[in-house]
């Protein structure tokens, strides 16, 4: 969503989505792993790559990589380079 204090991709699940669990896991480890700067690269994960795809992106570059940054306790930041928007018709 654009303005979304999330980012560009920000996405609320309801608690019977299947989606919300693999997402909540990804935040976690992702809080694990921050570094002192509060980001890194890891590969996309199939629930993010679902998400993706379902709102229109395509990418060739594979593993596809996931900047992650933390810019609050509350926000987390990821930003997919290789994205590239679907034509729409």
Do not use: K
Request: proline residues 6%; aromatic residues 6%.
């Amino acid at each position: 969503m654009l303005g979304h204090p999330a980012g560009v991709l920000a996405w609320q699940h309801r608690a019977t989505c299947g989606l919300l669990v693999h997402e909540d896991a990804t935040a976690n480890a992702d809080f694990d792993r921050l570094d002192a700067r509060g980001r890194f690269v890891r590969d996309a994960t199939e629930t993010e790559r679902e998400l993706l795809a379902a709102s229109g992106y395509v990418w060739t570059i594979e593993p596809l990589a996931t900047l992650v940054s933390d810019i609050t306790p509350a926000v987390r930041v990821r930003v997919w380079p290789a994205l590239t928007r679907e034509a729409t018709p």
